[in-house]
């Protein structure tokens, strides 16, 4: 089975199909993902919106857990990782990636950054 990666940044909630102030990219992102999946039912769908709910930002305490061995973590480092590895782990599931990301002043936005 397919596992396909739905990702929306965009800061804006709504899609601008259904709301006067919606999101294009993530219109255009789920026009995708509805299509794909008329032609593919079985692909299995993970869905992560970072552009209302980012990623913490990296920080001291998560580098010194990262680059601490995993055999010698201890229990504050594996929750200072948890949500990095979750991250990671629908990434390496993902046989397709459909990516929102809209662009701000040139460049994607802070969320999405906070999630690569």
């Known amino acids: 089975m397919t596992t396909l990666l739905h990702i929306d940044a965009s800061a804006r909630d709504g899609r601008s199909d259904k709301t ?4 294009h990219t993530r219109r255009l992102s789920a026009r995708f993902v509805q299509q794909w999946l008329s032609l593919h039912p079985e692909t299995k769908v993970l869905y992560r919106d970072v552009g209302q709910k980012a990623p913490p930002p990296v920080t001291g305490k998560w580098i010194h857990a990262a680059f601490t061995p995993e055999h010698a973590r201890e229990d504050w480092m594996k ?4 949500m990095s590895d979750v991250l990671i782990d629908e990434v390496l599931c993902a046989d397709l990636i459909v990516a929102g990301i809209p662009m701000y002043n040139f460049g994607p936005p802070a969320q999405f950054k906070a999630y690569i």
């Open 20 to 23: 006067s102030h919606g999101s």
């Open 79 to 82: 929750e200072e990782l948890r």
